[in-house]
């Protein structure tokens, strides 16, 4: 007698694909990490990672999608939008030393060195502690701990420590 593989049911389940849902019904298994996006084709895979996670968003759909993420009904990425072009795919830090960097959340793509690629205005990082970025299409605030560094366009960034010559 075939198993049923819950995380494979809950996966296929999470991607919203009417040709998969009728394949995984009797998987019982329901899905983690939930999103608000309107159009099927968006997949949300989380996996760990030194001590942090790593949220994997793919949007299969060619369409552009605006979301929200959560996590057995509590919102991940601050609360923030997270902003999938059409036919790609990003891989976010949750609460992960990201170049020395411990990054709470963030919605901009990590690429090395303390850069980010934000792949649509809005993208951000959230890191812990006191940091800065000199790219003047970026915005910095700080609350609660965090300093937030949001892309006012698509593109790279570099956060440095504050006080720390770029």
Known sequence: MPRK???LG???RGATCPCVADGVRG???????????SVPGVVLLTSSFEGGRILHALN???????LTVAFRGDPLLGG?????????????PLSLIVDGFEV????AEPVGGGTFRALTPGALVAIRGDVT???ALTEVRRAD?????????????TVTRAGSLP
């Open 5 to 7: 593989c819950p995380v």
């Open 10 to 12: 809950a996966v296929l």
């Open 27 to 37: 998987a019982r298994a329901s899905a983690a990490l939930t999103h608000t996006a």
């Open 60 to 66: 299969l759909s060619g369409y552009p999608q605006e």
């Open 80 to 92: 923030s939008v997270l902003r999938l072009p059409g036919r790609r795919g990003l891989m976010l």
């Open 104 to 107: 709470a959340y963030a919605t």
């Open 133 to 135: 970025c000199g790219d």
């Open 145 to 157: 701990g965090l300093t937030v560094v949001t892309a006012r366009a698509a593109g790279e960034f």
